[in-house]
């Protein structure tokens, strides 16, 4: 493990894609892990990109990555697919559009399937994301394909979220599933070398014409293309660094990571409550009469879990626990 982590300080892939599967396997030494990198995370500027199969999300990325890495700013993608758990191939299929970078010592890429439920797949992406972050990612891509409650859940850790969108009748905006319109920071119209771009563009201004949210930051909307070298790829990176400079300057940067910060340590707090008043459960002792009482209609199940609550405190030695 020490040794593990050395390596993984020193800025070693192959110690990093071992720390991300080490996670991701919730192998013993996670918590750890999870423990030892955090007061390193905060640093990377998380970018979601997400929509349709095969709107070019992959293609997208990698052209993205190419323009910021002129900067030799450090890159981290995590490409969640949650579609297709079984073939991998999709993953295969990311790994061969992404694999421009693949030589390149500034990039470096996770294909993630599903693993357990689609619920488990978001936190553990959480997970994912911190590592690279703590690793000193200056930037961390998340592509998923924005089908279902699970993919937007994945996107609230994004810091800009653009939404890719192609044209033809298939992804006509009406059709898009509700919700994914409104994580937009940012829309990509991809595959602007095809005809139609410029109706779907046009389809998307309306919509955000008659959009009544009192947020200030209107979505701009980028006309892309990865094919001939790439069109409207620096325009859509502007768009990005746009928006990062807007949330910092209004406050709203601060805000939402204080809120993750907080809701991370409630969920924390949740899970390690539930466990504990789990463990009283099965054994005989007070809190197993109380239940008795409020199964035999002697105590209301308010006044027993004020009671369960007290005794389990009271109980506990808090300060063995505090580092
Ligand atoms: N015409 C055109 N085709 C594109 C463009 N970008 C990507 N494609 C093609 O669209 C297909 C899908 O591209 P991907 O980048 O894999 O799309 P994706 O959204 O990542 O796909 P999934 O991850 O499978 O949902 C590929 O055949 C690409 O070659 C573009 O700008 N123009
Ligand atoms: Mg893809």
Redesign the pocket.
Known sequence: MKELMNRFWAGEHRALARVISTVENELPEKDEILKEIYTKTGGAYILGVT?S????????VDSLVKEIRKSKELVGIVAV?PTSPFTGG?IL??RI?MNTHALDQGVFIRSMGTRGSLGGLAKTTKEVVKVMDAFGMDWIII?T?GVGQAELDIMYIADSTIV?LTPGAGDSIQTMKAGIMEIADIFAI??C??PGADSIEMEVQLMLNFRDDHIKWRPPVVK????NAGQGIGELLDAVKKHRSYLSEKGIFLKKRQERASNEVLDIINYQWDRLVRQHLGKPGPVSEMLAKVSAREVDPYTASSMIVKQIIEGADFQKNCP
Request: charged share 30%; glycine share 16%.
């Open positions: 929509g199969p095969g709107a070019g999300k992959s293609s997208l697919d999709a299929g990311d559009r592509e394909v890719v991809n595959k070398d095809l892309t293309s990865t094919y």
